[in-house]
């Protein structure tokens, strides 16, 4: 067995060790914690036997290295505030005691993301391919564009909670903006560089403008 081998799982030991330890009462007691420990430890032995990876062996370690000083700094020594930096029992056992709870919140979130992404790729893709294809509109508006695409999403936030009507839709606001501006920049510069040989073609065809879009424009 290789030396990090045995350092990453010599770590692991010292962990679950110290997690059996017991702590004083405002520390729980680490069952789903040692549940963690050991599922990740099953997980990278997965990878250092069967995948024969060496990365496995370092990512381990310092995954330990982190929990270790963490289970020190705040379980066993008590070398920062617990309010702000809780023992790592009392941070996984939330997830047994308000699992629920926590699901529901991530579901919320991940539909939050889904409409605020999905939303933005259908208009940057629309806006984008009619900005790109007609010049006068990409004249005037893809410099504004230009200036307000590095401004940062969450400057607005602010801004959004006070107008929208909900901190929802206030949530869905940001992700859309920021997918939106490098999505849009993107399509019509991509647009703005179709091979001209390409739409002289479809165009010697008689295509109408409609059918240029959707069937060359956004294809391509």
């Keep these: 067995m290789k030396p990090r081998h045995i350092i990453s799982n010599a770590l692991f030991l010292i962990l679950f060790i110290l997690v ?5 009462d405002e520390v729980v007691f680490g069952g789903v914690f040692l549940g ?21 062996c370092d990512i381990a370690g310092v995954v330990y290295i982190v929990l270790l000083l963490w289970e020190l700094a705040t379980s066993k020594f008590i070398w920062v505030d617990r309010v702000m930096f809780p023992p790592p029992e ?11 709870r926590l699901f ?3 579901l919320a979130s991940l539909a939050r ?20 294809w007609f010049k006068p509109i990409k004249e005037t508006v893809f410099p504004i564009i230009k200036i307000i695409a590095p401004i940062p ?17 206030a949530a869905i606001a940001v992700i859309f903006l920021g997918v939106f501006f490098p999505n ?7 647009v703005s560089g179709i091979d001209k040989q390409i739409t002289d073609s479809a165009k010697s065809l008689n ?10 424009l956004l294809p391509y």
């Excluded at 999403?153 to 839709?169: E, Q, T």
């Excluded at 295509?207 to 060359?216: A, D, I, P």
């Design 113 to 132: 993301l889904g409409v605020g992404f999905v939303s933005a790729v259908v208009a940057a893709v629309l806006l984008g391919i009619l900005i790109g």
């Design 207 to 216: 295509v109408g403008k409609l059918t240029m879009l959707y069937r060359v």
């Design 184 to 190: 849009i920049i993107g399509i019509i510069s991509a």
């Design 36 to 56: 963690v420990l050991a599922a990740t430890e099953l997980a990278f032995l997965y990878f250092q036997i069967f995948k024969k990876s060496v990365a496995a």
């Design 90 to 100: 009392n941070v996984f056992d939330i997830f047994r005691k308000h699992g629920d």
């Design 104 to 106: 529901s919140d991530l």
């Design 153 to 169: 999403s969450l400057v607005y936030v602010s801004y959004l909670i006070g107008v929208m009507p909900s901190f929802r839709v």
């Design 20 to 24: 059996l330890i017991p702590s004083d």
